[in-house]
């Protein structure tokens, strides 16, 4: 595991994982299980993000997962990332990005970030679809 990995990780174990948990009714589900994407390392791991969307802007990005440490602070990056933005916004992420929030660098972030944005931009194209 990346030093970056496990400097963040250590972080979040002490001071706690800010963006887990769910939303009653959010505007759109991604799911790792429901796109066929794996994220998590071993079998029975998942991860399923709540975004809560208002006028076009990400209000909030929650999630519940069951995976890797590798994978838990690349989905906390990623909720912190979408935060605030528009759906315009959280289409242009990109795996830099997720480096800088980082501050180090980890080949195992970037497929796992590739993996969340390509998700995203599933789950993005069937909201706006009517469909998710």
Do not use: H
């Not at 180090?104 to 993005?124: E, F, H, T, V, Y």
């Amino acid at each position: 595991m990346d030093q970056a990995i496990v400097k963040n990780y250590r972080r979040l174990v002490r001071d706690g994982f800010k963006n887990a948990g769910s939303y009653e009714n959010p505007s759109i589900l991604l799911s790792t299980i429901a796109s066929g994407i794996r994220i998590c390392g071993g079998a029975g791991g998942y991860v399923r993000i709540y975004l809560n969307i208002s006028d076009g802007v990400i209000e909030g990005a929650r999630y519940l997962c069951s995976c890797d440490p590798t994978s838990n602070v690349a989905v906390e990056i990623f909720c912190d990332l979408l935060s605030g933005k528009t759906l315009e916004e959280a289409t242009a992420l990109n795996e830099g990005m997720f480096l800088q929030e980082l501050d180090g660098p980890s080949n195992d972030l970037r497929k796992k970030a590739r993996s969340l944005i390509k998700i995203l931009n599933d789950g993005i194209k069937q909201y706006r679809a009517g469909t998710s």
